[in-house]
T-cell receptor, first 111, second 113 residues
Framework: KQEVTQIPAALSVPEGENLVLNCSFTDSAIYNLQWFRQDPGKGLTSLLLIQSSQREQTSGRLNASLDKSSGRSTLYIAASQPGDSATYLCAVGGSNYQLIWGAGTKLIIKP | DADVTQTPRNRITKTGKRIMLECSQTKGHDRMYWYRQDPGLGLRLIYYSFDVKDINKGEISDGYSVSRQAQAKFSLSLESAIPNQTALYFC????????????FGPGTRLTVL
């Protein structure tokens, strides 16, 4: 059974720092991996989608990488801003088109 | 206007009551999903529907039922609510075919007393 883990559960960094969020999964037979942002009261916003054949995706200050063989993905945030404060979730696409989710990393960017 | 809407946004109810959560979308997507989120846990899939006539159980369907009234509408019902169904519920949509990006509604916070 696929399990997705995100460590740490919470992270606090000063504004301006570059940072990396981690996501690991136990079964490398995934179809894709998505990173989401969750803001209280606003639902989830898809940030990046990496297909299983891809190694990375970039959007603005965000870069997500995927290493299926090691069961790992990272989300790199450059030049962090207070507006980046949110909970970041990763989810892997498994069988039957279902997503298996990590519990998230709560990120706080201190001004 | 939001592409995926959920009503109500917040609901407090009592044990044993029947509750319906509604989801509507204007994205024209065929696939719709219901998830629940508990504190400290990832989202878990309750039910999903690939079209109006195709409804499937997810990981945690016990105690829940769904209805896909139209392409744009997907409702989740708790026939007899119990306290451990207190959670944040999300509806999501995606286009048909393969593994595609999912788009989420704002969530419904349900409390069962």
């Amino acid at each position: 059974k696929q399990e997705v883990t995100q460590i740490p559960a919470a992270l606090s960094v000063p504004e301006g720092e570059n940072l990396v969020l981690n996501c690991s999964f136990t079964d490398s037979a995934i179809y894709n991996l998505q990173w989401f942002r969750q803001d209280p009261g606003k639902g989830l916003t898809s940030l990046l989608l990496i297909q299983s054949s891809q190694r990375e995706q970039t959007s603005g200050r965000l870069n997500a990488s995927l290493d299926k063989s090691s069961g790992r993905s990272t989300l790199y945030i450059a030049a962090s801003q207070p507006g980046d404060s949110a909970t970041y979730l990763c989810a892997v696409g498994g069988s039957n088109y279902q997503l298996i989710w990590g519990a998230g990393t709560k990120l706080i960017i201190k001004p | 206007d939001a592409d995926v809407t959920q009503t109500p946004r917040n609901r407090i109810t009592k044990t044993g009551k029947r509750i319906m959560l509604e989801c509507s979308q204007t994205k024209g997507h065929d696939r719709m999903y219901w998830y629940r989120q508990d504190p400290g846990l990832g989202l878990r899939l309750i039910y999903y529907s690939f079209d109006v006539k195709d409804i499937n159980k997810g990981e945690i369907s016990d105690g829940y039922s769904v209805s896909r009234q139209a392409q744009a509408k997907f409702s989740l019902s708790l026939e007899s609510a119990i306290p451990n169904q207190t959670a944040l519920y999300f509806c999501a949509t995606s286009v048909a075919g393969g593994y595609n990006e999912q788009f989420f509604g704002p969530g419904t916070r349900l409390t069962v007393l």
